[in-house]
């Protein structure tokens, strides 16, 4: 594994299904983020971490849960999806010293119909 | 309130300088960020600019102006792969980062 890796790489779920979204970074970096990108808006933060054990709320966290279990795994999980979480969703990290740089995974094209 | 506006799209010929502007207005200020993104690919870093002025990496260049909230990215000798989404970021304190929704460049031979 090199760099930050996500699973699945795109998914159709049915609404009201629990659904997990994967994060793996193989860069040792401290901090992680979950971010949604839809059409016509920017990267929106959903949830992020500084450091494994702990986490915090971005700016549009209701209906998802993250956990930092240890400092390579950050998984997103859906409780109950709706439809108006359609979109992708994009993994990142960054080292986690002021003026750092994020660095993105591929991204999951999420479908909830 | 946090806001950070960007062109929608815009026009450019291959070979030409294309500016891409940024205007933002945050609680705090850490930083900006510049990054491209492919259609259908995750955004990739290309700057970084914490005090006023030109940072400059071989065909790019950023521009920085804290007092007027205004960035520049300039894109020099533009070649079609160069077409793709830019997209402007502020940190505002330690770690998280304020997005613009993106310039959609578009790469004409």
């Known amino acids: 594994i090199a760099g930050i890796t996500q699973a699945p790489t795109s998914q159709i779920l049915a609404a009201g299904r629990r659904m997990t979204l994967r994060c793996t970074q193989d860069?040792?970096?401290?901090?992680m983020y979950w971010y949604r990108q839809d059409l016509g808006l920017g990267l929106r933060l959903i949830h992020y971490?500084?450091?494994?054990?702990?986490?915090g709320k971005g700016e549009v966290p209701d209906g998802y849960s993250v956990s930092r279990a240890n400092t390579d795994d950050f998984p997103l999980t859906l409780a109950s999806a709706v439809p108006s979480q359609t979109s992708v969703y994009f993994c990142?990290?960054?080292?986690?010293?002021?003026?750092?740089?994020?660095?993105f995974g591929p991204g999951t094209r999420l479908t909830v119909l | 309130g946090q806001n950070i506006d960007q062109p929608t799209e815009m026009t450019a010929t291959e070979g030409a300088i294309v500016q891409i502007n940024c205007t933002y207005q945050?609680?705090?200020?850490?930083?900006l960020f510049w990054y491209q993104q492919h259609a259908g690919e995750a955004p990739t870093f290309l700057s970084y600019n914490v005090l006023d002025g030109l940072e400059e990496k071989g065909r790019f260049s950023s521009f920085l102006s804290r007092s007027k909230g205004y960035s520049y990215l300039l894109l020099k000798e533009l070649q079609m792969k160069d077409s793709a989404s830019y997209l402007c970021a502020v940190r505002e304190g330690n770690y998280q980062l304020i997005w613009g929704a993106g310039t959609k460049l578009i790469i004409k031979p």
């Open positions: 971490s500084n450091t494994a054990g702990t986490t």
């Open positions: 945050t609680s705090g200020f850490n930083g």
């Open positions: 990142a990290s960054s080292p986690g010293a002021e003026g750092d740089t994020q660095y």
């Open positions: 860069m040792r970096h401290n901090a």
